[in-house]
């Protein structure tokens, strides 16, 4: 079946640095890809999401990239802070079906 | 933040007990989502609602029904339920996915089920 890899599944750095989080996906038919943070014990939320007719989009210190062709996508956090400590999600599909990556734990070292 | 609500928020059933989890969306939207959050593990879609007609049943076991009577309310209904069974249930909902918009999914906090 269809399904969507995520890595690293724990990512530890330090304050202030950039944090890189990738997903590899194998429906080719895929045409969403959103990042959701979960926050320990509370809901999933959206904090970006980009659509396969765009490679790039940047929401202050977060960007998500998008190559197609490789059917990749990665997550990019800068100046990470405190706040950022949580669990992030990708998915990619469209119309009633997301498939999920596992998830990665980002710690911010202080 | 009151979008989407779960009850109740904890659950300890038995394996032969009959219980059911409850959902209401405050979106104004037209579908609604069961998915299903294991440690370590991708969200598993177990039921997909679109404007009241299920849509998708991703091979989900029988003992687990789910009930869609308005647009704003959606439950699911647990028996005979397994110890693996035990996880966080998440409820979700979207503008009609089968537009763009739709796309963005909503979540509830979720309802933590332990079955013993």
């Known amino acids: 079946g269809e399904n969507v890899e995520q890595h690293p599944s724990t990512l530890s750095v330090q304050e202030g640095d950039s944090a890189v989080i990738k997903c590899t996906y194998s429906?080719?038919?895929?045409?969403?890809f959103p990042w959701y943070k979960q926050e320990l014990g509370k809901r999933p939320q959206l904090i970006i999401d980009?659509?396969?007719n765009v490679g790039e989009k940047k929401d202050q210190r977060i960007a998500v990239t998008l190559n197609k062709t490789a059917k990749h996508f990665s997550l990019h956090i800068t100046e990470t802070q405190p706040e950022d400590s949580a669990v992030y999600f990708c998915?990619?599909?469209?119309?009633?079906?997301?498939?999920w990556g596992a998830g990665t734990k980002l710690i911010i070292k202080p | 933040e009151t979008g989407v609500t779960q009850t109740p928020r904890h659950l300890v059933m038995g394996m032969t007990n009959k219980k059911s989890l409850k959902c209401e969306q405050h979106?104004?939207?037209?579908?609604m989502y069961w998915y299903k959050q294991s440690a370590k593990k991708p969200l598993e879609l177990m039921f997909v609602?679109?404007?009241?007609?299920?849509?998708e049943n991703n091979s989900v076991p029988s003992r687990f029904s789910p009930e869609c009577p308005n647009s704003s309310h959606l439950f699911l209904h647990l028996h005979t339920l397994q110890p693996e069974d035990s996880a966080l249930y998440l409820c979700?909902?979207?503008?009609?996915?089968?537009?763009?918009?739709?796309?963005?999914?909503?979540f509830g906090e979720g309802s933590w089920l332990t079955v013993v």
């Open positions: 429906d080719s038919a895929s045409n969403y």
């Open positions: 979106l104004g939207h037209n579908a």
């Open positions: 998915a990619a599909g469209g119309g009633y079906q997301l498939i």
């Open positions: 980009i659509r396969s």
């Open positions: 609602y679109n404007f009241k007609e299920q849509t």
């Open positions: 979700a909902s979207s503008q009609d996915p089968k537009t763009p918009s739709g796309n963005t999914i909503y």
